[in-house]
């Protein structure tokens, strides 16, 4: 009975940390399986401007329902009888709900960048996406236009030079 009720505990210690491992993180290099092999849009540019912005976390219930499974487990290994034991789990259900989905807002909210892109042949353009290749004012960047748009990288290409204009 004592080792039933401690696979219960690890049980329901072990679910939020395994819902937690298993969000990805926000990242311009992931992709969603639908944009494998998906043709895209391309053109240059050159950002011109920054701004750190903060990305709100989600709350699909997923977190809420984890914890609320979990601390209804948790919670029914606490009392004696059967009545004790049956308001420890409909307790330790709405907390563990309500701490599970605080636990999903703060695992999917992260930062960002407001990028503005001077585009090559077009106008302005203002994209949010993550940091990690350390973009700065003046890098010339590839801006893919697929599923999302993202930028990337593009120090060997300069901008085209500019086409004659018609004579008056």
């Given at each position: 009975m004592r080792f039933r009720r401690l696979s219960r505990l690890t049980l329901a210690l072990a679910l939020p940390v395994a819902l937690a491992a298993c969000v990805p993180a926000n990242?311009?290099?992931?992709?969603?399986?639908?944009?494998?092999?998906?043709?895209g849009i391309v053109s240059y540019g050159?950002?011109?401007?920054?701004?750190?912005?903060q990305v709100?976390?989600?709350?699909?219930?997923?977190g809420a329902g984890v914890g609320?499974?979990?601390?209804?487990?948790?919670?029914?290994?606490?009392?004696?009888d059967w009545r004790a034991r049956t308001v420890a789990a409909v307790a330790g259900g709405l907390i563990g709900g309500l701490a599970g989905a605080g636990i999903e807002e703060g695992?999917?909210?992260?930062q960002a960048v407001r990028f503005v892109v001077r585009v090559d042949r077009g106008?302005?353009?203002?994209?949010?996406?993550?940091?990690?290749?350390?973009?700065?004012?003046?890098?010339?960047v590839a801006i893919s236009q697929?599923?999302?748009?993202?930028?990337?990288?593009?120090?060997?290409?300069?901008?085209?030079?500019?086409?004659?204009?018609?004579?008056?």
């Open positions: 990242s311009n290099t992931t992709v969603s399986p639908y944009s494998v092999g998906t043709a050159t950002v011109v401007g920054m701004t750190p912005v709100t976390g989600t709350r699909t219930g997923v609320a499974v979990s601390g209804s487990v948790i919670g029914s290994t606490i009392g004696g695992v999917t909210s992260g106008p302005d353009i203002e994209v949010v996406q993550t940091n990690e290749i350390g973009l700065r004012p003046g890098d010339r697929g599923d999302r748009i993202r930028l990337s990288r593009a120090d060997n290409v300069f901008p085209a030079p500019m086409a004659p204009r018609a004579a008056k």
